[in-house]
């Protein structure tokens, strides 16, 4: 390979890893809209969303002594460790659960990576430098760029910011990966980037009133110097967020929502694992820095509302000797498999889409059913479970054992959600407690596991396998990131699944700990916020 192919493909790397991830003109238009509508001395909502915070790093690093931010937030307002998110647990999905408030059957953005049938192409929003060099520069940062909130993201269910505009209150993203909403923004790309991805110089989008998506578009340019160069990782990193914070505190400029995107953890633990408080530890610097923006905690917390929270917790990947890979092609064999970059064709079998422990598998071809290769792939002892649908029915094949589990929406079974269900044959696949008698089921290793397994299985069109690993192991496609000795995501499991929830600064609770509940509770609190300052 060339070396200007493979200096292409680090670059935009750098940029979109983040959804991965991100020179731009002044938007100084922004910061003359976002001032709130309810005035200055109503409390602003700031959600700061950690990528990969888990509950394990807080608890060690406050017994510790070492999290001061963080001691201080959770000792004076609530501090849930069970916080669900969506599935699969990767930041795209997530992300576009909380804005929606749905699942992915109703906002239609499946996975980091996902098959898109209408197209007949592989839709990646960033995966990783190999992956994004076979799949092409140019397809990829359409889909991460131009159609993740242009299209593919579902115009059936408005977003937050959406909401809140119609509402008349402000809102803002600082390096949002989903940031739809009603007022006009340009996304500017650079020359180095113009060239090799065919990417016009301006992009047309819609987003809340400030939209901060690292250098593309930065309305602080000209007005705040903020570290967004391309050894910043063009802005998409938590001091460029932060910072931005902080001037909107210091110029009296905070909308009444404001979301912030901190990545930073994530990198660290997919390379090092869950353990360590390093990240964990700058990171409650960070936020200690923005309390003090306010004059002190103690103020902060009475000028604003923070929520801060985790969008995935991560498993330990094994060492590379204890074969934690599991390659999906070379386990379906000589079957015709898409390979990255290639057209599909009236060859192709198989097509692949792989979110680090979970993957889609997609059949092509009516003649071998979702059951034959759900059968290949059990015989893997390191794959959890496979699952598919037929009809109204959803089936879950343990691996290893070839116990199955069926079940569909709707019946005499309630959860503690609220929701409805039908369970047939073995409960245990998916770690069920069922109480026939009482018409009430529990959930455990796998929370919320029928409705969010469910909603992945309709998030989008297509004959396709839902296969997730075992704690320990990751999938491939061949070309796909892996993690070996470092930490991964993706499956449904607690401990990928269960996140940190903190709120400071209110007293009223969210109904449900699920990240699908929470904007319906950032709406009821923003809308007693207006209510109290009339």
Known sequence: ???????????????????????????????????????????????LMADSLMVQAIDQ????????????LTEHGQYYKNLVSSFPTMSVTIDSSLMTGAYSDVHRV???????????????????????????????LTDSLMDLNGSHLSKDVPTIYEDLARQGLKSGSINGLIYRGASNHKLVIPEWIQIPASLPKEIDVKGPDLLSLGSLSNPFQGIKDLPDGLLNRMGVQNDFAVEAVKYLVQSNKLPDFLFVYLPD???ELHKKGPAGLAKVKELDQQLLSLLQ????P????????????????????????????????????????????????????????????????????????LRELANILKNDQRIDFISWREKEWNYALQGSTAKLIKFKAGGGLTDSYNQAWTVEQDEEVLDLSVDRAKHFLKYDLYPDVLKRLSSALRSHRGEFLVVTAKPGYELTGGNSPTHKGGGGHG????????????????????DYLRMVDLKAYLLKLLAKETQRKQ
Not at 3 to 31: T, Y
Not at 61 to 72: D, M, V
Request: contains cysteine; aromatic residues 6%.
């Open 110 to 140: 499946p996975g980091l990576t996902w098959y898109s049938a209408d197209n007949k192409k592989v839709i990646n929003y960033g995966t990783g430098p190999l992956e994004i060099i076979k799949q092409g520069v140019n397809p990829v």
């Open 491 to 510: 499956s449904i499991r607690k401990m990928e699944s269960l996140v940190p929830l903190i709120i400071c600064g209110t007293d009223q609770k969210p």
């Open 1 to 47: 390979m060339r070396k200007k192919e493979i200096w292409i493909g680090l670059s935009i790397f750098i940029m979109i890893m983040l959804i991965g991830c991100q020179h731009s003109k002044p938007k100084e238009q922004d910061l003359l809209r976002i001032h709130s509508a309810n005035g200055e001395h109503t409390k602003k909502v700031i959600f």
């Open 61 to 72: 690093g406050i017994s510790q002594q070492e999290l001061p931010a963080f001691k201080f």
């Open 298 to 369: 103690e103020k902060a917390v009475q000028e604003a509302v923070f929520i801060i929270a985790g969008d995935s917790g991560m498993t330990r990947i094994l060492p590379n000797e204890q074969n934690p890979v599991i390659d999906l092609p070379a386990l379906l064999g000589d079957t015709n498999i898409l390979r990255p970059g290639e057209a599909v064709s009236e060859e192709t079998e198989i097509v692949l889409a792989v979110n680090e422990t979970m993957a889609y598998v997609y059949s092509l071809k009516a003649d071998r059913s």
């Open 293 to 296: 923006t306010f004059g002190s």
């Open 265 to 267: 953890l994530d990198r």
